[in-house]
């Protein structure tokens, strides 16, 4: 009995992880680089220091994905219904030219970012990015407030919008 004991609290320990999201992104995160609609480089503190006191509604998206093309529709209702929040996109397109394409093509309202380290980068790592779009919001005190969410009309994504 003692040893099916131990082989359960072993594989306990093995399979059990650690499902705490950050409230804050990691200094290395935080200095990844993003380039602007202007072509110019800005780090991800920057962008985040730019709407300090707001929330933030993060869209990290594609123009080649098909899920992220059909959820901008609950993006649009999303920003018709809470107007005090910032929207902001971040591309994992394979060039800038599709990702300036793609904001033209699909008339995307907000505040656009190329993420230049792509999907394998810092920022992207940080996240544990396994799919798009991938939504995230980050409160008026600048805490991550939703860490991951993967569908537009998430109630967990409500919610922390309305926080």
């Excluded at 901008?72 to 060039?95: G, M, R, T, W």
Aim: with cysteine; proline share 2%; hydrophobic share 40%.
């Amino acid at each position: 009995m003692k040893k099916t004991n131990y082989i359960l609290i072993l594989l306990f320990s093995i399979f059990s992880c650690n499902t705490e999201e950050p409230t804050q992104f990691s200094d290395e995160a935080l200095n990844d680089t993003f380039i602007t609609l202007e072509g110019n480089t800005t780090t991800f503190k920057d962008i985040l220091n730019t709407y300090k006191g707001k929330t933030v509604f993060i869209d990290i998206w594609a123009s080649w994905c098909k899920d992220c093309i059909v959820a901008i529709p609950e993006i649009k209702a999303l920003q018709n219904e809470f107007k005090d929040v910032v929207y902001v996109f971040l591309s994992l397109d394979k060039s800038e030219k599709s990702w300036k394409r793609g904001i033209k093509k699909y008339n995307l309202t907000g505040v656009h970012y190329f993420i230049q380290s792509g999907w394998d980068g810092v920022f992207s790592n940080f996240i544990n990015l396994n799919w798009i779009p991938r939504y995230m919001v980050i409160n008026k005190a600048g805490n991550i407030e939703l860490f991951k969410a993967i569908k537009a009309g998430d109630d967990k994504l409500i919610q922390a919008i309305k926080k």
